[in-house]
T-cell receptor
């Protein structure tokens, strides 16, 4: 089996700060995703990538950048942290039309 | 665009009650449909899927049948246990118009009381 590792588990940042969240997978999956999870709003897609160096915007991409320099890693940058974006950020991966595997998440707090 | 709508908010049941969580989708073609379950402190995990009309998916006593006529994939379990307390997500897989995107519903928080 494989695993998705997200770092850090908890991230505290200042308002206006640029923050980076990292994700590694060892499934050898082609597609990787970043979702944001807010209470009562489910999972909203920020960015996804179908292969190395590919980036596709999701429904919530404004205020975020992403990078897929290697097949196994996918990072997400919050370009200017805002207090209203405190949430859990979930990284995931999948092969084609199969199930999605998730990491345990990074909880972001902005002070 | 493609979307998923499921029973919103919280569902509270007693042990051995029958569970139904409604899920309806809007998409073209025959997208795969999924159910995921999320326990506290964890990411969502795959429960089961179905890929074509009338196909039934099942796992751990949960089941759902793909119904293209009513565009539904309702989650059911005959007798819930306290350990089933979790958040359940219905999801829409890639299809002709969305080759790679997976779209999740807003989640349903199931509380099972002993």
């Amino acid at each position: 089996g494989g695993i998705i590792t997200q770092t850090p588990k908890f991230l505290i940042g200042q308002e206006g700060q640029k923050l980076t969240l990292k994700c590694q997978q060892n499934f050898n999956h082609d597609t990787m995703y970043w979702y944001r999870q807010d209470s009562g709003k489910g999972l909203r897609l920020i960015y996804y990538s179908i292969t190395e160096n590919d980036l596709q915007k999701g429904d919530l991409s404004e205020g975020y950048d992403a990078s897929r320099e290697k097949k196994s890693s996918f990072s997400l940058t919050v370009t200017s942290a805002q207090k209203n974006e405190m949430a859990v950020f979930l990284c995931a991966s999948s092969m084609s039309n199969t199930e999605v595997f998730f990491g345990k998440g990074t909880r972001l707090t902005v002070v | 665009g493609d979307s998923v709508t499921q029973t919103e908010g919280q569902v509270a049941l007693s042990e051995e009650d029958f569970l139904t969580i409604h899920c309806n989708y809007s998409a073209s073609g025959y997208p795969a449909l999924f159910w995921y379950v999320q326990y506290p402190g964890e990411g969502p995990q795959f429960l089961f899927r179905a890929s074509r009309d009338k196909e039934k998916g099942s796992s751990r006593g949960f089941e759902a049948t793909y119904d293209k006529g009513t565009t539904s994939f309702h989650l059911r379990k005959a007798s819930v246990q306290e350990s089933d307390s979790a958040v359940y997500y219905c999801a829409l897989g890639p299809n002709d118009t969305n080759a790679y995107k997976v779209i999740f519903g807003k989640g349903t928080h199931l509380h099972v009381l002993p």
